[in-house]
């Protein structure tokens, strides 16, 4: 407007003083032509600064967008790293609640395994000790078979047979001592009688014949002498019984001593061996109760974790990324940082480049930039998203394996503790019988039993010593016993034939 009143002047003045200038007209002419040239730039130039205003505006719209994307994907990825926190957190739990029960119940079968151990060493202590008597004293086991029970039955029976025949054979001795002691006194008194009266015939004859035949005297007085000589033999031979008599009394009460003190040092093991037993029955059962109780306590465990499981299952899997990495994390948190460095710069360049109108294009090449780079990061969660749904399904394959395992090893544990239950049981029923039935020997014949303790093992061992010793002293009775009866009879037999010589020999000095 200044340029056209300034031009409007001098073309005032041109005609106040009519002078018509062509060359003015031409100036005009092109001043109009340049200020029309300058109209239509000013239009332009609006229309180009309304247009770019339009253009700020949209990118400022498009900046809040791209920031509130922004601010979702940050909160997307909190989430992820938050759930990948969880998820991590439950299965280290898992795997440590699972090997802390597995680690449980393994501590537990080896504790029944070594009280079935030991359980099993007690009744291989018992077959060792039957066995060792079988192979000592074969004789004492014909046509028995080779189980223990039976082999223990028949040296319980034997222990029995052996008392009472021992006790058949003492009182059988007793009863022949005293029938020979018996005979013995009568064939003394017939011999005392004998020899009295033969000394009163041969005082009676020797006084009638002391004048008449002193040889015949010299004859009846060694006579006597060499009677007196036989009675003294016979006296000897007397006293030699007897004291062979009073040598086996006192044999026989050193083998009752020795029997006895055999009885009270079996009687200490016995009880021993009898608390170890008990107190080895005891842990056992204290054992199996804790693992019942602890595998009832797995049991609710697993209940619980299958619960959990199917809840789990249950509930709505989210549509978030996998569980990323922590470089992957931290690498995005990277990314998402330059990025919006990148945004603040394009901001401050989008303010350069607002202030020039030339720069339009590289405001929309930026925008471009932006939205692939936006495009980018949806590329990038919808990848995560891919990953966190397969290790999802991953999670469910491994947590029903996972299960399935430690329902399969429930299963075995079961199978293995009903195993261990089973043996348990029928190793107390086999150590049960064999307590039983020596309890019943026991009670039957205390009197084998005086000074033993309660104890099954030295009970056991008393048994066994028992057999041993009442078979060699049933030999040692019966060597005995016949050597001391055709000992008798012969002393018999020789007072019988000494009487029988000096009743002929009084007949013949009768006749004589």
Same mark, same amino acid.
């Given at each position: 407007?200044?340029?056209?009143?300034?031009?409007?002047? =001098?073309?005032?003045?041109?005609?106040?003083?009519?002078?018509?200038?062509?060359?003015?007209?031409?100036?005009?002419?092109?001043?109009?032509?340049?200020?029309?040239?300058?109209?239509?730039? *000013?239009?332009?130039?609006?229309?180009?600064?309304?247009?770019?205003?339009?253009?700020?505006?949209?990118?400022?719209?498009?900046?809040?967008?791209?920031?509130?994307?922004?601010?979702?994907? /940050?909160?997307?990825?909190?989430?992820?790293? *938050?759930?990948?926190?969880?998820?991590?957190?439950?299965?280290?739990?898992?795997?440590?609640?699972?090997?802390? &029960?597995?680690?449980?119940?393994?501590?537990?079968?080896?504790?029944?395994?070594?009280?079935?151990?030991?359980?099993?060493?007690?009744?291989?202590?018992?077959?060792?000790?039957?066995?060792?008597?079988?192979?000592?004293?074969?004789?004492?086991?014909?046509?028995?078979?080779?189980?223990?029970?039976?082999?223990?039955?028949?040296?319980?029976?034997?222990?029995?047979?052996?008392?009472?025949?021992?006790?058949?054979?003492?009182?059988?001795?007793?009863?022949?001592?005293?029938?020979?002691?018996?005979?013995?006194?009568?064939?003394?008194?017939?011999?005392?009688?004998?020899?009295?009266?033969?000394?009163?015939?041969?005082?009676?004859?020797?006084?009638?014949?002391?004048?008449?035949?002193? =040889?015949?005297?010299?004859?009846?007085?060694?006579? @006597?002498?060499? *009677?007196?000589?036989?009675?003294?033999?016979?006296?000897?031979?007397?006293?030699?019984?007897?004291?062979?008599?009073?040598?086996?009394?006192?044999?026989?009460?050193?083998?009752?001593?020795?029997?006895?003190?055999?009885?009270?040092?079996?009687?200490?093991?016995?009880?021993? *061996?009898?608390?170890?037993?008990?107190?080895?029955?005891?842990?056992?059962?204290?054992?199996?109760?804790?693992?019942?109780?602890?595998?009832?306590?797995?049991?609710?465990?697993?209940?619980? !974790?299958?619960?959990?499981?199917?809840?789990?299952?249950?509930? =709505?899997?989210?549509?978030?990324?996998?569980?990323?990495?922590?470089?992957?994390?931290?690498?995005?948190?990277? @990314?998402?940082?330059?990025?919006?460095?990148?945004?603040?710069?394009?901001?401050?360049?989008?303010?350069?480049?607002?202030?020039? !109108?030339?720069?339009?294009?590289?405001?929309?090449?930026?925008?471009?930039?932006?939205?692939?780079?936006?495009?980018?990061?949806?590329?990038?969660?919808?990848?995560? @998203?891919?990953?966190?749904?397969?290790?999802?399904?991953?999670?469910?394959?491994?947590?029903?394996?996972?299960?399935? &395992?430690?329902?399969?090893?429930?299963?075995?544990?079961?199978? +293995?503790?009903?195993?261990? &239950?089973?043996?348990?049981?029928?190793?107390? %029923?086999?150590?049960?019988?064999?307590?039983?039935?020596?309890?019943?020997?026991?009670? /039957?014949?205390?009197?084998?039993?005086?000074?033993?303790?309660?104890?099954?093992?030295?009970?056991?061992?008393?048994?066994?010593? &028992?057999?041993?010793?009442?078979?060699?002293?049933?030999?040692?009775? +019966?060597?005995?016993?016949?050597?001391?009866?055709?000992?008798?009879?012969?002393?018999?037999?020789?007072?019988?034939?000494?009487?029988?010589?000096?009743?002929?020999?009084? %007949?013949?000095?009768?006749?004589?």
């Amino acid at each position: 407007q200044q340029e056209s009143t300034e031009l409007k002047q =001098p073309l005032s003045t041109q005609h106040d003083e009519d002078e018509s200038n062509q060359s003015l007209k031409e100036i005009i002419k092109q001043q109009s032509e340049q200020l029309k040239d300058l109209n239509e730039k *000013y239009i332009s130039l609006s229309s180009k600064f309304d247009s770019n205003i339009n253009l700020e505006l949209e990118f400022q719209r498009e900046k809040e967008k791209m920031e509130e994307r922004l601010i979702n994907y /940050e909160n997307q990825i909190e989430n992820l790293i *938050y759930e990948r926190t969880n998820f991590l957190e439950e299965i280290e739990k898992n795997k440590s609640s699972s090997i802390q &029960t597995f680690d449980n119940e393994k501590q537990t079968d080896d504790k029944l395994l070594k009280v079935n151990s030991k359980l099993k060493r007690v009744l291989q202590t018992f077959k060792d000790k039957i066995h060792r008597i079988v192979t000592e004293k074969p004789d004492l086991f014909t046509n028995v078979g080779e189980e223990t029970t039976e082999r223990f039955d028949h040296i319980i029976a034997t222990v029995e047979y052996q008392a009472v025949q021992i006790d058949l054979l003492e009182t059988e001795r007793e009863q022949l001592e005293k029938q020979l002691r018996n005979k013995i006194q009568e064939l003394q008194n017939s011999f005392d009688a004998y020899r009295n009266q033969m000394q009163n015939e041969s005082s009676i004859k020797s006084q009638q014949l002391v004048s008449t035949t002193p =040889p015949t005297d010299d004859i009846s007085r060694s006579n @006597i002498e060499n *009677y007196e000589k036989q009675i003294h033999q016979l006296q000897q031979k007397l006293s030699q019984n007897d004291d062979e008599r009073t040598l086996l009394r006192e044999r026989l009460n050193e083998v009752e001593l020795e029997f006895r003190k055999t009885l009270d040092d079996r009687a200490t093991t016995t009880n021993m *061996y009898e608390e170890q037993l008990q107190s080895l029955i005891q842990e056992r059962d204290a054992l199996v109760q804790q693992h019942v109780l602890e595998l009832i306590e797995n049991q609710h465990e697993i209940e619980k !974790l299958q619960e959990k499981l199917a809840q789990f299952q249950r509930s =709505p899997i989210p549509s978030h990324a996998d569980i990323p990495s922590n470089e992957d994390v931290q690498s995005l948190q990277k @990314i998402i940082e330059q990025q919006s460095e990148e945004l603040k710069d394009l901001t401050e360049k989008y303010l350069v480049i607002s202030s020039q !109108l030339e720069l339009q294009d590289e405001i929309n090449r930026q925008k471009k930039d932006t939205e692939e780079k936006l495009q980018t990061y949806e590329n990038q969660i919808q990848h995560l @998203i891919h990953q966190h749904e397969n290790l999802v399904e991953e999670l469910k394959t491994k947590t029903s394996s996972t299960i399935s &395992t430690i329902d399969n090893q429930c299963q075995t544990d079961d199978q +293995q503790h009903d195993k261990l &239950t089973q043996i348990n049981i029928k190793l107390k %029923r086999v150590l049960q019988t064999f307590k039983d039935k020596i309890h019943r020997i026991v009670t /039957e014949r205390p009197e084998l039993f005086i000074n033993i303790s309660e104890d099954t093992s030295d009970r056991l061992d008393h048994l066994i010593s &028992t057999v041993q010793h009442q078979a060699t002293q049933i030999n040692l009775l +019966q060597t005995d016993h016949t050597s001391t009866l055709a000992m008798q009879e012969e002393q018999l037999q020789t007072l019988i034939q000494e009487r029988n010589a000096l009743v002929e020999q009084q %007949r013949l000095q009768s006749i004589d």
